[in-house]
């Protein structure tokens, strides 16, 4: 099974940067993404993290260390319509089907 | 390109109630389709999932059941809600891992 943490919640302003951590801990690793959800709507994809690294897409940015269990979605320049959840989610290696999905955290942008 | 939809959006249901909630994706063939659940200020849970018509896989026992009838038809039911049925129930596809999410349905048990 899947055991993923991550803040509840985080708050920053318009324009500076904004780092949500995620850990894992799993009995076969396949693969991370991270999505966004706003309030009441369905989430949206960000970005896929299977090997060691940085993935960079604009304004958002997610590194993965395989090793440490660990990721993390780094969001520039914020911008108000980035106020949402992000969710972390796991891929298990024994299970490709599957996707286990973190509690979320939820990222406040303020003027 | 392909396209996923859930419905109804919203329902308002009494204990004891059946529940029917549908999904259907376009523009594809053979996709996983899965059913999961939020609950307020938590994660999502999977509940159900499918590699294949008639193949429905369950994530964990409650009321509630799946059927896929079709390719790309995956449906909720319940005989009878429970007030912990509550929740946001979202649909979702894929084919190589990332999931695509419908536009979700949200019950409210009463």
């Known amino acids: 099974g899947q055991n993923i943490d991550q803040p509840t919640e985080m708050t920053a302003t318009e324009g500076a940067i904004v780092q949500i951590n995620c850990t894992y801990q799993t009995s076969g690793f396949n693969g991370l993404f991270w999505y966004q959800q706003h309030a009441g709507e369905a989430p949206t994809f960000l970005s896929y993290?299977?090997?060691?690294g940085l993935e960079e897409k604009g304004r958002f940015s997610s590194f993965l260390s395989r090793s440490k269990g660990y990721s993390y979605l780094l969001l520039k320049e914020l911008q108000m319509k980035d106020s949402a959840s992000y969710l972390c989610a796991v891929r298990d290696q024994w299970d490709d089907y599957k996707l286990s999905f973190g509690a979320g955290t939820t990222v406040t942008v303020r003027a | 390109s392909q396209t996923i939809h859930q419905w109804p959006a919203t329902l308002v249901q009494p204990v004891g109630s059946p529940l029917s909630l549908e999904c259907t994706v376009e523009g594809t063939s053979n996709p996983n389709l899965y059913w999961y659940r939020q609950a307020a200020g938590r994660g999502l849970q999977l509940l159900f999932y499918s590699v294949g018509i008639g193949q429905i896989s369950s994530e964990v026992p409650q009321n509630l059941s799946a059927s896929r009838p079709q390719d790309r038809q995956f449906i909720l039911s319940s005989k009878k809600l429970l007030l912990s049925d509550s929740g946001f129930y979202l649909c979702?596809?894929?084919?190589?891992?990332?999931?695509?999410f419908g536009e979700g349905s949200r019950l409210t048990v009463l």
């Open positions: 979702a596809w894929s084919d190589t891992g990332e999931l695509f």
């Open positions: 993290n299977v090997l060691d």
